[in-house]
């Protein structure tokens, strides 16, 4: 099941700096952290999806570049969404 719009604005609300926050490091983690946890959940299910599985992984590596970015711009940020996602590091 694929991440929906209501879940979508329920992230964005919650890892937002502004009002109208909705492309910064911060959002675009979570969101792409919401969809890797999705998928993971239809690999369990489907084991031969390896074209699915080409996406997963470039979405994860999408994520670990962001989290870089994060890390060298905003170290405390980047904690605080390490903790608040619940990924490892």
Known sequence: MAVTKEQKAEIVKKFKKAD???GSSEVQIALLTARINDLT???SANKKDHHGR???VTLVNQRRKLLDYLHRKDVKSYQAVLKA????K
């Open 54 to 56: 080409r996406g997963l």
């Open 41 to 43: 959940g239809h690999f």
């Open 85 to 88: 996602l619940d990924i490892r």
């Open 20 to 22: 109208l926050d909705t």
